[in-house]
Structures are given as C-alpha cells and as structure tokens.
C-alpha cells in the first residue's frame, strides 16, 4: 500500500484559499487519490477523488502532477467550519484491500 | 449520497462487560464493510474488514476473539467487543462500500465507548 505523507498542521485566515499537499511517491498504476475531512468524534466524510490532472467539485479541488507522485487538496475562500483534520489516501478502489490512513493534516481557520 | 449509521452513538460498560455495535448501509447494499477504531489526537487503523456471508479479515495485532465482527446481511455488520477492559475505550467507525459506489467508501459517525 502506498504510504502517504501530509503536514502535520496547517493555520490559515478565513476566506484565504487552503492549499494542502501530500507526497505519495510509491503510489501504483490503479492507485486513485482520495480525500476526507474529519471533525472531531464523527467519521470522515469524502471530500474528493482522482486518478490525474484536475478534478474539481462543489467543495475542493484536486490537482495531480503527471508523476502522480504527489497531489494537493485546494480549499478555495475556508470558514471556521473548515476546521477539520484532512486524510488523503492513496489505493486501488477496485482491490479489496482497504484505503489506509496516514496521519492527516489538522487545519485550523483563524478568523 | 450514501449513508451509513451506527448505533449506539455513545455508550459506557463496566469492565468484563460484552458491547455490541452496529452499522448499517442505508440506502444501499454493502458488499463490504470495514471496522476502525481511532484512539485521541491519532488517525484511523484498521481493525478488519468483512465482507457479507463470510469471516471477517482481521488486520494484524487485531484479536479476533475479542473483536466478533459478523456481517450476515448486505445492510448490517456488528462489532462485539468481548471483556471489555479500559484500555478498549476508543471511537470506533464503520465503513461500507457497495457495488454501486465502489470506488468510494461511506462512513458511519462512530460509536465512542468507554470502559470503567
């Protein structure tokens, strides 16, 4: 399974645009990269999910370099409700082996 | 979307007590569903996945007969936690995947048990 690294801990001010990056440098061919918020005692919710380039939602968007071998999670305009820690995960959906956690990223917005 | 309940959301036992907690998918049919428990300030490991109508994988230094998983409908996978002792007190989450969302999992908002 891929090992995923993230920062620790990020502080921004809201309405700034939140940029989290991850490095999964052994990631494979059918690994996807996903994305989950998580705030405390509640379960991770899907933020986002994508396999190369660009893909964007409602609520982040997520870009890819060509070597896959790292990705990072843009938060566009962050509230304080965006306090969270965020998991990215790197596996094949596919497999029936289970994403694994790293250690996330635990983002606090400043107001 | 998808959503996945759990059940109870909070309870607390007395030590040497058994706790069963439940998860269901609700609006779909969870081919497969994972168990995790999540200590304070730490991220999610894995404890087993199960997979319905058949024994549960229990990830390694995971003790199968303290932690009965049984996933015997499509809907509903529980977790037993047998001699519960204080050290057991954790978040635990479930999550479900289907076949028709199969490359994204759902999770559940977790059970916190705590044991005196």
């Known amino acids: 399974l891929a090992k995923t690294t993230q920062p620790v801990s990020m502080d921004s001010y809201e309405g700034q645009e939140v940029n989290i990056t991850c490095s999964h440098n052994?990631?494979?061919?059918?690994?996807?990269i996903t994305w989950y918020q998580q705030f405390p005692s509640q379960g991770p919710r899907f933020i986002i999910q994508?396999?190369?380039t660009k893909v964007t939602n409602e609520v982040a968007s997520l870009f890819i370099p060509a070597d896959r071998k790292s990705s990072t999670l843009s938060l566009p305009r962050v509230s304080l409700s965006d306090t969270a820690v965020y998991y990215c995960l790197v596996g094949d959906p596919g497999s029936a082996r289970q994403l694994t956690f790293g250690s996330g990223t635990q983002l606090t917005v400043l107001p | 979307g998808a959503v996945v309940s759990q059940h109870p959301s909070r309870v607390i036992c007395k030590s040497g007590t058994s706790v069963k907690i439940e998860c269901r998918s609700l609006?779909?049919?969870?081919?497969?569903m994972f168990w995790y428990r999540q200590f304070p300030k730490q991220s999610l490991m894995l404890m087993a996945t199960?997979?319905?109508?058949?024994?549960?994988?229990?990830e390694q230094g995971v003790e199968k007969d303290k932690f009965l998983i049984n996933h015997a409908s499509l809907t509903l996978s529980t977790l037993t936690v047998t001699s519960a002792h204080p050290e057991d007190s954790s978040f635990y989450i479930c999550?479900?995947?289907?076949?028709?969302?199969?490359?994204?999992?759902?999770f559940g908002p977790g059970t916190r048990l705590t044991v005196l």
């Open positions: 199960s997979n319905e109508g058949s024994k549960a994988t229990y």
């Open positions: 609006d779909f049919q969870a081919t497969t």
């Open positions: 994508g396999y190369k």
């Open positions: 052994n990631i494979a061919t059918n690994d996807y």
């Open positions: 999550s479900a995947r289907g076949l028709a969302n199969y490359n994204e999992q759902f």
